[in-house]
């Protein structure tokens, strides 16, 4: 299947820094990639999305940037604030769109303000 | 509701019991998903049912763990004989297959504790 490697597993900044958080994935056939906020005792939440056919998705603090090439995506999010401390899963499918999606290992995401 | 509904939310069990958790999907959506998230960790998938296809069992992590999904719309997992191991938060989620890509909503999960 997809194995989806995320790094780092720990990061922790400064309030109004940026942060940034990598996913790695196998199958070069996956066109799909989400991300999910998780803040503690809350269900998962989509933050954005990627698809394969742009390479940068931008919604106000938050980008995706997605190098299909070297098969990684990254998460960006600027000017941190406390309230974006949470974890942070990466996901993509095997194959498809339609395909299963594989998570990756989640960061803990610490803002200090 | 619009959401993807769990129950119980809170579950103490004796350890040896069985227990079931329930998943409602959001109407219309033909893949469900049950993941486990111990404290502190990821998600470790367990199982995916997509339409009348066969589910993909391949995460379950022994044979004391089934699920089954009636009608295509309600799922349930089943523990057989729990183990204090099997204490976790077990997400369900779905999603609507579609070429634009397959957003999984996720449930609020049913937290399990085995004494």
């Known amino acids: 299947g997809e194995n989806v490697e995320q790094h780092p597993s720990t990061l922790s900044v400064q309030e109004g820094d940026s942060a940034v958080i990598k996913c790695t994935y196998s199958?070069?056939?996956?066109?799909?990639f989400p991300w999910y906020k998780q803040e503690l005792g809350k269900r998962p939440q989509l933050i954005i999305d990627?698809?394969?056919?742009?390479g940068e998705k931008k919604d106000q603090r938050i980008a995706v940037t997605l190098n299909k090439t070297a098969k990684h995506f990254s998460l960006h999010i600027t000017e941190t604030q406390p309230e974006d401390s949470a974890v942070y899963f990466c996901a993509a499918p095997r194959g498809s769109t339609l395909g299963r999606l594989y998570f990756g290992r989640g960061t803990q995401l610490t803002v200090w303000p | 509701g619009a959401g993807v509904s769990q129950s119980p939310s809170n579950k103490v069990t004796e350890k040896g019991k069985d227990v079931e958790l329930r998943c409602d999907p959001i109407?219309?959506?033909?893949?469900l998903y049950w993941y486990r998230q111990s404290l502190g960790q990821g998600l470790e998938f367990l199982i995916y049912f997509q339409g009348n296809s066969a589910p993909d069992k391949s995460g379950l992590p022994s044979d004391r763990f089934s699920a089954e999904r009636t009608g295509g719309s309600v799922s349930t997992l089943t523990i057989q004989r729990t183990q204090q191991e099997d204490s976790a938060v077990y997400l369900c989620?779905?999603?609507?297959?579609?070429?634009?890509?397959?957003?999984?909503?996720f449930g609020e999960g049913s937290w399990l504790t085995v004494v």
């Open positions: 109407s219309g959506h033909t893949a």
């Open positions: 990627i698809r394969s056919n742009v």
């Open positions: 199958d070069s056939a996956s066109n799909y």
């Open positions: 989620a779905s999603s609507l297959r579609r070429d634009s890509g397959n957003t999984i909503y």
